[in-house]
């Protein structure tokens, strides 16, 4: 309890050594730190007490003096924080204009950090009106934000935005700063958000994920390029359409391999004598031949699903790619992602059927075996990452074998015998990592809850 | 007979841990034991003895009971040889393992017993804990009388102080001084002390004597269990109980088929129940299904009913540590004709909505266990026959797959 009376760090406490550290989450909960605000306040306010253990508990009398009395000197903290001016510099604000039929908005200025991870690159006619007579359209590389990042931005106070009217001439040639006086004041951010909003597949859940990942700082792309000019990461280019097409005529063939392969290799079960202890007994004595011969019941998901496939408006597609804040990434050829998101409603949909699922699932890699955290943030260790979602074939294969997504295992551990001694994972930690991830996030009214489902592999790592 | 789970820290515990190792060895009822080492040359060559090993195979008996929808295991050396070997079943009178005769005789004995049972232990924890809390109480309550009266004095910088263990403790000190003699010993509740067990000496022996109570207990096997052992380990006989001979005749132990039959029958609401069709979606077959996949790798499988979950699945077995996962059985119709004219309303055969799913999700992350939504598929009437109903062959068409839940909190994902 004392432990946690200290300076509120961004380090999580240590409450499990495994991967994500899911299990707790009371400290995102909370409300916010208002210490953290003091430097806003105007003046100087008592100091605050820290984070920890509640102030007191209510007493049956009523409160009593000290306690309104700390009650009061937190609620002034509080306003204290709030009153104080927020406000940007000069410097670090771009400008755009928004273009509502194309659903895109024009950056003419950009400053700051913020455009290495966000917009596209889009050649447009323009039409230059000056010294020729007859204006040439000529194509005008210029960078767009899609409706979510220019939404984000504005909200954020770092772009400054106009609504394109034709009355407005849109000559390129002139001084931007004078341009920007005729055209009136930008837009509002209701006005932004009453644009944007329904623009282009943009829906207020969507825009609520997109918000909330990219204030924690991660990189997040669409996943399904909205127009041709934009990015999208190396190994969705190849497995897009091409799993459903070769499935769809090797499927009859291999279902037919993967039969006779049955045929020939399994023994003929006898179904009210499942095993024969007297033939077991002479090969092999021991408890792990009885479980094996135990394993009857068809698992995996490999296996055929005889169902109707999902409904077409079913909400269930990948829309974002998520990439962690600290991945190298260049805007024109986005690595591959770390996690795929699907953004839905919580009160509206229900939970993705088994064909949804495996329907999510069928476009992305396989994930190898769970790799330990890595405990330093130096440079050199965070280009040699392990790459954990690196995919270990471009097209997946409808029904990978066995002994080939082993291989792959063996493929993906390779780069880590160089440097630190070969990581044997925990069975445990293989298990629930599963071998496929898709992360879905839940907005209900706002509140973004997100869930990992993992495709399980429990046969392939038996405990016994 | 102990079942306390030691920690693992002390030499006390490690022996302890040995002994739990020693009694629990075995995860099957059958015993594999290997044969004398061979003595003439051709078994050295192994030319025409195969067997290297014998199969011990404790033929345990049960009663089949249909309202109850279990098999009940009367005798108590078989409870304790399908206990101690798979943890199969659970004491009827007991939390988990058929204790309730040793915990009667705790009580008339009245000695803090060096082995104490789960339920003992459980309970002494419980005293302790309430104990603790009480003093905890106390002590925050004169820490906030302390700062009252120094705010009161005039001090305005002054802070509940933040309770420390050593205040704790001395205020559990002060208590147990004041309350030794109040403090209820929970390990023998008072009502059921007798006068004759009061006493010391020679009598006490008579007394166990005469008083050795009759165990009331069984063992409760659920019909996946009884049919496990029954049918893959062919290590239990089952004989019909009463309500069972009111629909089948039946004097002899019931045959395999029979068994087949009936356990499914247990399922149908209607009465007489022999008299439904067989179908693909009855419960048995279902939850028979996944009990068997995840017998057949290895896992011990119990009921999962504490923490919002159908199973729960445990590496080695309930002493050993806590349960890694918890699985919620979702049944997939691959006909949806036949979810709709289903006599059974299977539990979650719709996909349920994302508030219960994160209401278990967050019971089973308060436990530190991983939630695993098991996918098991019913084969369509229209695309398998239903006459493979009347043998165990149906369980080939039918499939188990597996989702694996958890948050993902992106704070904590950020590197």
Not at chain 2, 178 to 197: F, G, H, I, K, N
Not at chain 2, 257 to 266: D, G, R
């Amino acid at each position: 309890m004392d432990d946690n009376l200290g300076q509120p760090t961004s380090v999580p406490p240590k409450i499990h050594e495994e991967e994500g550290n899911d299990d707790f989450s009371g400290d995102e909960d909370e409300g916010p730190d208002w210490t953290k605000f003091k430097s806003f306040a105007s003046s100087s306010k008592p100091s605050l007490p820290k984070r920890g253990d509640k102030e007191f508990e209510p007493s049956v009398t009523g409160p009593t003096d000290l306690q309104t009395f700390s009650l009061n000197r937190t609620r002034d903290a509080m306003f204290g924080a709030l009153e104080g001016d927020r406000g940007i510099s000069n410097k670090s604000v771009s400008y755009g204009v928004w273009y509502p039929t194309l659903a895109r908005t024009e950056v003419t200025q950009q400053r700051g950090v913020l455009f290495n991870g966000l917009g596209h690159s889009a050649p447009r006619p323009v039409v230059t009106t000056g010294d020729n007579e007859g204006g040439k359209a000529k194509m005008h590389k210029r960078t767009e934000l899609l409706p979510e990042e220019a939404l984000y931005l504005i909200e954020r106070g770092s772009l400054f935005c106009w609504k394109d009217s034709p009355a407005i001439p849109s000559d390129k040639d002139g001084d931007t700063m004078g341009e920007h006086e005729i055209r009136g004041s930008p837009m509002s951010v209701q006005q932004a958000y009453t644009e944007m909003i329904g623009k282009e597949d943009l829906t207020l859940d969507r825009y609520h994920a997109y918000a909330y990942l990219k204030r924690l700082g991660f990189h997040v792309l669409r996943a399904n390029p909205p127009s041709p000019h934009y990015p999208v990461s190396l190994p969705m280019l190849t497995a897009s359409k091409q799993p459903n097409f070769l499935a769809r005529i090797l499927s009859p063939f291999l279902d037919l391999l993967s039969r006779v392969k049955a045929f020939l290799f399994s023994r003929k079960i006898d179904w009210w004598r499942p095993v024969h202890f007297g033939w077991l007994l002479g090969c092999a004595p021991n408890y792990p031949s009885i479980y094996r011969a135990l394993r009857i019941i068809p698992s995996g998901h490999n296996l055929p699903l005889h169902m109707p496939p999902p409904h077409p408006e079913s909400p269930y597609e990948i829309f974002y790619h998520i990439y962690k804040p600290n991945t190298p990434f260049r805007k024109s050829a986005p690595p591959p992602p770390d996690f795929s998101l699907v953004v839905v409603n919580a009160r509206t949909t229900i939970l993705p059927t088994l064909d949804e699922l495996t329907r999510l699932w069928s476009v992305l890699p396989e994930t190898g075996p769970p790799v330990p955290r890595q405990k330093h943030h130096s440079k050199s260790q965070l280009s040699a990452k392990p790459p954990k979602s690196v995919p270990n074939h471009v097209a997946p294969s409808p029904e990978p074998l066995r002994f080939t997504h082993l291989l792959s295992w063996f493929r993906n551990r390779e780069p880590q015998d160089n440097g630190p001694p070969p990581f044997k994972p925990h069975p445990f930690a293989v298990l629930k990592g599963g071998k496929k991830t898709v992360v879905i996030g839940v907005v209900d009214s706002g509140t973004v809850g997100f869930y990992r489902f993992g495709m399980g592999a429990f046969e392939e790592m038996p405990m016994i | 007979m102990t079942t306390f789970i030691p920690d693992p820290s002390s030499s006390k515990a490690r022996g302890r841990q040995k002994e739990v190792n020693k009694i629990y060895a075995y995860p099957l009822p059958l015993l594999i034991s290997p044969l004398e080492p061979p003595r003439s040359w051709t078994a050295h060559i192994g030319l025409f003895s195969f067997r290297q090993a014998k199969l011990e195979n404790p033929q345990c008996e049960g009663i089949f009971d249909l309202h109850t929808r279990s098999v009940w295991i009367i005798n108590s050396e078989h409870s304790m040889i399908l206990w101690r070997r798979g943890f199969f079943g659970k004491g009827s009178l007991s939390r988990s393992e058929p204790s309730w005769l040793t915990r009667r005789i705790h009580e008339q004995q009245q000695r803090a017993s060096k082995a104490l049972t789960a339920e003992e232990v459980t309970a002494k924890r419980r005293a302790e804990r309430q104990r603790f809390k009480l003093d905890r109480a106390q002590a925050f309550a004169a820490s906030v009388a302390e700062a009252e009266a120094a705010f009161a004095a005039g001090d305005t910088s002054v802070r509940i102080a933040p309770l420390t263990r050593e205040a704790v403790a001395n205020f559990a000190a002060r208590s147990s001084d004041r309350s030794e003699t109040d403090t209820p010993d929970t390990v023998v509740p008072s009502s059921l002390q007798t006068p004759a067990a009061l006493s010391h000496g020679p009598v006490v022996e008579d007394a166990l004597e005469e008083e050795l109570p009759e165990d009331l207990e069984h063992l409760q096997l659920t019909l996946p269990e009884a049919f496990f052992l029954i049918w893959s380990l062919d290590c239990l006989r089952v004989l019909a109980g009463i309500s069972v001979l009111l629909l089948i005749n039946q004097d002899d132990a019931m045959k395999l088929s029979e068994i087949w039959t009936m356990f499914q029958c247990a399922h149908h609401p209607i009465q007489p129940p022999v008299s439904q069709p067989l179908t693909f979606d009855n419960p048995f077959l279902v939850h028979y299904a996944l009990y068997h996949h995840y017998r057949s790798l290895g896992w011990v499988i119990r009921s999962g009913i504490k923490f919002c979950a159908d199973y729960l699945l445990y590496k080695r077995g309930p002493v050993f540590h806590h349960a890694e996962f918890a699985v919620t059985l979702c049944p997939v119709y691959e006909d949806e004709q036949d979810r709709l004219t289903s006599p059974f309303n299977l539990n979650n055969a719709t996909p349920f909505s994302w508030t219960w799913l994160s209401t278990i999700n967050r019971v089973n992350t308060q436990v530190q266990k991983t939630l695993i939504l098991a996918y098991v598929t019913i084969p369509s009437s229209k695309r398998v026959s239903p006459t493979l109903l009347s043998s165990p062959a149906c369980l080939a068409h039918y499939s188990v797959r597996e989702v694996i839940l958890r948050r993902f909190v992106p704070a904590r994902m950020r590197d």
